[in-house]
């Protein structure tokens, strides 16, 4: 993003002072940068694990607070490299702003502790279970970061390793603090933050639908969102190819079903480039 390139060039120091310092040189070539947020964003699902510390870890417990909600795992490199960051926006806002590591190695706690104790790690972490990672989509790639807002509301959701800027400007304009002339957009959710929301959907990763007339496009969305996939995931084709933009069992199904529509061969495409580092969670034993 614009944002985060210029913001890093004028340093991390006051967020403020080099917003303004960047939006003068994105003027003069008529370019503002901007931030993005889910409008009429969803309560963020509810959970209660235990700690590493041994203390019991709450979203309930930081209403009131924006949180950072960090699925992560030692053996990710993104994840690992994104770590410093995290620790030092925790100090930075640490009244107004809590972090929550919810680690996804199953079986090795203690290898988890050992980096958390090496890397200056002064957030909570806790194993994420089976039920908390399905009730925020699966996750799929790693790092996954969701950002919920003081009313505990989930406003957006970022794949793989992002500049801190970008999380220190989002953190920023929730709290109310000067973020310069950024502007701030939001958008419907149909997919990108929970899968429950696929059936909104008007694209999806890998599926070409430019050459359907309006109506073949509705039929064909209504068929996605009604028959599910059989790759084993339990989501209907939307929210698989949501979910799993690799996964070939439902990019075959949605072209079957575009063929049908039309006549002809069905349409897919390569899903979008999005210049995100981020790795698929690690193959569960």
């Not at 930075?92 to 090795?108: C, E, M, P, S, T």
């Not at 109506?215 to 969305?221: P, R, S, V, Y």
């Not at 529509?261 to 193959?283: H, I, N, Q």
Request: net charge neutral; with cysteine.
């Amino acid at each position: 993003m614009r944002v985060v390139n210029c913001l890093r060039r004028c340093g991390l120091g006051c967020i403020a002072g080099a917003a303004f310092v960047c939006l003068t040189a994105l003027s003069a070539f008529g370019q503002q940068p901007t931030i993005r947020f889910v409008r009429n964003p969803d309560p963020a699902p509810a959970f209660q694990l235990a700690g590493l510390d041994g203390k019991a870890v709450s979203l309930a417990d930081y209403h009131g607070k924006v949180v950072l909600l960090n699925f992560w795992a030692t053996w990710c490199g993104p994840c690992r490299a994104e770590v410093p960051d995290l620790v030092e926006l925790q100090k930075r806002y640490k009244d107004q702003l809590q972090i929550i590591g919810l680690a996804v190695d199953d079986d090795d706690e203690d290898a988890i502790k050992k980096f958390a104790a090496e890397s200056g790690i002064n957030y909570p972490i806790a194993i994420a279970s089976d039920e908390v990672r399905l009730q925020y989509g699966g996750i799929p790639a790693l790092p996954t970061c969701f950002v919920v807002n003081a009313d505990g509301r989930v406003v957006q959701k970022h794949e793989g390793l992002r500049d801190p800027v970008l999380y220190e400007v989002e953190i920023r304009s929730l709290l109310g603090l000067p973020i310069g002339n950024i502007r701030v957009e939001t958008f419907e959710d149909t997919g990108q933050i929970f899968l429950t929301h696929a059936d909104r959907a008007s694209e999806l990763p890998g599926v070409d639908l430019s050459k359907l007339t309006a109506e073949q496009k509705t039929a064909a969305l209504r068929k996605f969102n009604a028959e599910m996939c059989t790759c084993g995931c339990g989501y209907t084709l939307a929210q698989c190819r949501v979910l799993d933009r690799n996964c070939s069992v439902s990019k075959e199904a949605t072209s079957k079903i575009i063929a049908a529509l039309t006549g002809g061969k069905g349409a897919t495409g390569d899903a979008p480039t999005t210049g995100k580092a981020a790795v698929r969670e690690k193959p569960r034993e």
